[in-house]
C-alpha cells in the first residue's frame, strides 16, 4: 500500500487537514505533513506545541474492515510509533497509556486517533507529534526531544520517510493482524 504523500509548510492542525481530505476527495489513504501547525491539538482538546524542525503528521485509511476497538488501534499506533524512535534512539522507550512516548519518564511523542464515517467507510486519522529538536514546556510533565537525547539532529524528512514505510508495510497487515503479537510490531 501507498500513503499519498500531502505536504505544507504551514495548517492549523494535519489532522483536521486529513479530516478535509478524506471529506472531498475520493483518497483513501494518505500522509499529511507540516512544518508548522498554528493549532496542532492533543488528546482531551488540549494545545499541542508545534515547533519547526519537531514532527507532525497525520495519517489517515480506512478501518471499515479491521476488528480492533480503537482503544487497541492506538496501542497499535504506539507501538508503531515506537518502532519509528526506535531507529533513532537505542535506549527503552515506553508507552505511557494511552497515547504517549516516554524516554527516562519524558514525553517525546503523543498520538491524537480520530474517526470519520464518509459512505458507509470509517477511516482513521491518527496524528502524530515527536519531538526532535525542541521540546515544548507542559506543567508538571517533562518532555524531551531527539536532539538532546542523542546528540543527532533528525530532520521531519528523515523521519516521515522511515514513518511512510512503517505504516505502508503495516496497514496491509492489520486486518489479519492478531494484537497479542503487539510486543513484535
Same mark, same amino acid.
Given at each position: 500500500?501507498?500513503?499519498?504523500?500531502?505536504?505544507?509548510?504551514?495548517?492549523?492542525?494535519?489532522?483536521?487537514?486529513?479530516?478535509?481530505?478524506?471529506?472531498?476527495?475520493?483518497?483513501? $489513504?494518505?500522509?499529511?505533513?507540516?512544518?508548522?501547525?498554528?493549532?496542532?491539538?492533543?488528546?482531551?482538546? *488540549?494545545?499541542?506545541?508545534?515547533?519547526?524542525?519537531?514532527?507532525?503528521?497525520?495519517?489517515?485509511?480506512?478501518?471499515?474492515?479491521?476488528?480492533? $476497538?480503537?482503544?487497541?488501534?492506538?496501542?497499535?499506533?504506539?507501538?508503531?510509533?515506537?518502532?519509528?524512535?526506535?531507529?533513532?534512539?537505542?535506549?527503552?522507550?515506553?508507552?505511557?497509556?494511552?497515547?504517549?512516548?516516554?524516554?527516562?519518564?519524558?514525553?517525546?511523542?503523543?498520538?491524537?486517533?480520530?474517526?470519520?464515517?464518509?459512505?458507509?467507510?470509517?477511516?482513521?486519522?491518527?496524528?502524530?507529534?515527536?519531538?526532535?529538536?525542541?521540546?515544548?514546556?507542559?506543567?508538571?510533565?517533562?518532555?524531551?526531544?531527539?536532539?538532546?537525547?542523542?546528540?543527532?539532529?533528525?530532520?521531519?524528512?528523515?523521519?516521515?520517510?522511515?514513518? *511512510?514505510?512503517?505504516?505502508?508495510?503495516?496497514?496491509?497487515?492489520?486486518?489479519?493482524?492478531?494484537?497479542?503479537?503487539?510486543?513484535?510490531?
Amino acid at each position: 500500500m501507498k500513503l499519498k504523500k500531502y505536504k505544507f509548510k504551514i495548517v492549523n492542525s494535519t489532522n483536521d487537514l486529513a479530516i478535509q481530505i478524506i471529506k472531498s476527495t475520493n483518497n483513501k $489513504s494518505g500522509i499529511v505533513i507540516a512544518n508548522k501547525q498554528k493549532k496542532g491539538r492533543g488528546q482531551y482538546g *488540549k494545545k499541542w506545541t508545534s515547533f519547526k524542525g519537531n514532527l507532525f503528521v497525520s495519517i489517515f485509511f480506512p478501518v471499515d474492515k479491521i476488528k480492533f $476497538s480503537i482503544k487497541d488501534l492506538t496501542k497499535i499506533n504506539c507501538f508503531l510509533i515506537k518502532k519509528l524512535l526506535s531507529n533513532f534512539y537505542k535506549g527503552k522507550i515506553r508507552i505511557k497509556s494511552p497515547n504517549d512516548l516516554l524516554i527516562n519518564n519524558m514525553k517525546i511523542s503523543g498520538i491524537l486517533q480520530e474517526t470519520l464515517l464518509k459512505s458507509d467507510k470509517k477511516y482513521i486519522i491518527v496524528g502524530i507529534g515527536i519531538n526532535l529538536v525542541r521540546s515544548p514546556v507542559i506543567k508538571n510533565y517533562p518532555t524531551t526531544n531527539l536532539l538532546d537525547l542523542t546528540g543527532v539532529k533528525i530532520t521531519p524528512y528523515s523521519a516521515v520517510l522511515k514513518l *511512510k514505510k512503517i505504516y505502508e508495510k503495516f496497514i496491509p497487515e492489520l486486518p489479519k493482524f492478531n494484537i497479542k503479537n503487539i510486543q513484535k510490531v
